[in-house]
């Protein structure tokens, strides 16, 4: 059974900064490195939406809205994503979720709370 665990979360003050985790376990199909990485977030009476991505080549994109702020990496042997949040804001508040995609598979973790509040 594929697992996404997610951590990380938290509540923090503007302007500070929290790094978020997504540790996964056996893929169902393929390896972690066929797998593309994301991160999506999804704050109260709105859409999910996307944050940053990571492809199997290491290429990152990332949202308008939190380019310049969010990094996202991986550890292939860790099998393990992360997103390092900097300059956090209000707006920022949501549950996250990680995603791990292929053409034909996709999956998903709980999700964590990031709370930024002053």
């Known amino acids: 059974q594929v697992q996404l665990v997610e951590s990380g979360g938290g509540l923090v003050r503007p302007g500070e900064s929290l790094r978020l985790s997504c540790t996964v376990s056996?893929?169902?199909?393929?390896?972690?490195?066929?797998?593309?990485m994301a991160w999506y977030r999804q704050a109260p009476g709105k859409q999910r939406e996307l944050v940053a991505a990571?492809?199997?080549?290491?290429?990152?994109n990332y949202a308008d809205s939190t380019k310049g702020r969010f990094t996202m990496s991986r550890e292939i042997v860790k099998k393990t994503v992360y997103l390092q949040m900097n300059s956090l804001r209000p707006e920022d508040t949501a549950v996250y979720f990680c995603?791990?995609?292929?053409?034909?598979?996709?999956?998903w973790g709980q999700g964590t709370q990031v709370t930024v509040s002053s």
């Open positions: 995603n791990a995609f292929t053409v034909h598979y996709a999956f």
């Open positions: 056996e893929m169902l199909v393929g390896t972690f490195g066929e797998y593309g």
């Open positions: 990571i492809t199997t080549t290491g290429r990152t």
